[in-house]
């Protein structure tokens, strides 16, 4: 009986051990093929990015809250990589650095750029010198490594490892050097983008607007006044900030970063809330006459949403905008009107008038007319008046109204201005002719981002009119 048991249990020791046997090498022959799938890739990727003869422009993100940053790279067999850049952490000019990169296996390929590149791994960086926010010891918090998701000869899409933010890139044309790339690059950001238009309107498919903000931060003293004015532009920040129309600025803005394309730009994220485009608004260009941004979806789709300034009448006194009235562009009664204050001023200390200007006073939050006077920086008069649209992108400029009758400051002095308007008659009757009916507002150029010179046409008498330039 002893021996039976001892037969069974032998037998059944080795039936385990023929399985596990069997087992061990069936998990062996799929692990070797995991193995080699991946390396497979891992070449495959790391060849695909050595292959591009002129190398390749990266979108870069590091964080939702500050701009894109375009890079070329030329990655070389032998683990080189090449990257070149041009933005505000290089003085705007183009520079280039090599360093070392790979593709390695990290459940899935990774591009990672193994040592340090100044140029790069800035926004990787907890330095809190590198980054524009505040980032609580954590620099910009960007990544270096990046998980690949889909690579062809023709885009190259991966997230970043660490924070999951949609990178790309793309084949450099042929021909095209990294500090031509980086010229076309700032021509087409000016072409765009001018730091003298403080907002924009966008404008989604469903008719859902939005304003393009700068990000303006005033400081206040105890008699609720305004000490001092910080700006963060999205010209020059490459931030979007944007509300919709009806929302609060404050709690219901959302910030998008962009980078500038060769033909555009794309932001990080997409545009929310709209509800009739075929594909998320992402990426801008010009429509096809070349006056301002249409988004046809990222990748392709239907016309998404515009981008244009303001309409004039909105855009003439609004805040962080100036104008300058055109003396050799005036018609009417303006000839001689400004001719008599030309004359008045040299009359009065033989000052030299160099330019009239409206702008908007952010300390008084009222529009007003500047009377600059050539080398009198400190003595410029400043003329208030209200300004008020009307639908058929028209205005009036009342220097009369009983808000603003008879309020002129030279710095902030009351008295001073009184003093200055009395010493020069021409000054009151050029004021009261601004003041005698309703403007229609006209374009003459064909930018609907940034107008820059803008007609004045009295309704009433068209033969009264003069232009202003955008400053």
């Not at 021909?175 to 700032?186: A, L, R, S």
């Amino acid at each position: 009986m002893k021996m039976t048991y001892a037969k069974y249990f032998l037998c059944a020791a080795c039936v385990t051990l023929t399985l596990a046997s069997c087992s061990r090498e069936e998990d062996d022959i799929w692990d070797q093929d995991a193995i080699e799938r991946l390396d497979a890739a891992r070449n495959e990727y790391y060849n695909l990015l050595c292959s591009a003869p002129n190398g390749w422009e990266m979108y870069y993100f590091a964080n939702n809250k500050e701009a894109g940053y375009n890079f070329v790279m030329k990655f070389e067999q032998g683990d080189k990589v090449t990257i070149g850049a041009r933005n505000a952490n290089t003085g705007d000019v183009y520079q280039e650095e090599a360093s070392i990169f790979d593709v390695i296996t990290d459940d899935g390929p990774v591009l990672t750029f193994e040592t340090y590149n100044s140029l790069f791994h800035r926004y990787a960086d907890p330095d809190p010198e590198h980054t524009t926010i505040d980032s609580d010891g954590i620099g910009s918090g960007g990544d270096y490594e990046f998980k690949i998701m889909s690579a062809s000869g023709n885009e190259i899409y991966m997230r970043g490892k660490k924070t999951g933010i949609e990178i790309y890139m793309y084949p450099l044309e042929s021909g095209v050097t990294g500090e031509q790339y980086f010229n076309d690059v700032y021509a087409m950001h000016d072409r765009m983008f001018s730091s003298s238009i403080p907002t924009l309107r966008l404008t989604l498919a469903d008719g859902v607007g939005y304003t393009i903000m700068n990000d303006t931060v005033r400081s206040m003293d105890e008699n609720d006044k305004v000490v001092e004015t910080v700006e963060h532009r999205y010209a020059t920040d490459q931030v979007l900030k944007i509300v919709r129309d009806g929302d609060d600025i404050i709690s219901e803005s959302t910030v998008i970063g962009y980078v500038v394309t060769r033909n555009g730009l794309r932001c990080m994220n997409a545009v929310p809330g709209d509800t009739l485009s075929t594909t998320p608004v992402r990426e801008f260009t010009f429509n096809a006459e070349g006056t301002y941004l249409v988004s046809t979806g990222f990748g392709g789709g239907t016309q998404g949403a515009t981008i244009k300034a303001p309409v004039l009448s909105e855009l003439f006194p609004m805040e962080g905008t100036s104008w300058r009235i055109n003396p050799d562009k005036l018609g009417g009664s303006y000839v001689a009107a400004y001719q008599e204050l030309v004359s008045g001023l040299m009359d009065l200390n033989g000052y030299v008038l160099e330019s009239l200007t409206f702008s908007y006073d952010a300390i008084n939050d009222v529009n007003s007319m500047g009377i600059v006077i050539q080398g009198n920086a400190t003595t410029t008069p400043r003329v208030y008046c209200v300004m008020t649209p009307n639908e058929n992108n028209g205005t009036t400029i009342d220097f009369n109204d009983p808000a603003v009758k008879d309020k002129i400051f030279i710095g902030l002095d009351a008295q001073a201005g009184r003093n200055f308007m009395q010493s020069v008659p021409a000054l009151g009757r050029l004021c009261d002719l601004l003041s005698n009916g309703e403007f229609t507002m006209i374009a003459t150029g064909d930018n609907e981002l940034c107008p820059a010179e803008v007609k004045f046409e009295n309704k009433t008498n068209p033969n009264d009119y003069f232009y202003v330039d955008l400053q």
